[in-house]
């Protein structure tokens, strides 16, 4: 048997492991998208590559992990990205339903043609 740390309830475990998962699959999507932009990924700022990273995270958390694998990351260019920025922002400042934004933000990913956001 293994020896349990007793101040850290399973939740917490559960958690951290979920943390753990979304990490790593964003790193491997980031992976992908680094490879496919080539020199053009240096022109983002560690902010805007952090806002990516979180964008996609959430994005993880939103669909099915089958769905995650099949998703066109390899794919993505620079106006990819910033769509998905845009959209980001959206997100955080709550400006539309998380659905709807996270939707969109797949719809990048796939390829697929987004909803022009309401101005």
Known sequence: ????????SDEE????????????????????????????????????????????????????RAEWDELAFGRLGMSDVIRTLTLGSQLRRHARPSIEVLRDVEKIVRQEEAEEPPQ
């Open 1 to 8: 048997m293994y020896d349990r740390h007793p101040d850290v």
């Open 13 to 64: 475990l559960g958690i951290r492991a979920f943390q753990i998962k979304k990490m790593k699959a964003v790193e491997r999507a980031i992976q992908r998208i680094r490879h496919n932009m080539g020199p053009a990924w240096a022109n983002l700022n560690d902010s805007e590559v952090e806002e990516f990273e979180w964008v996609l995270g959430e994005l993880w958390a939103y669909i099915a």
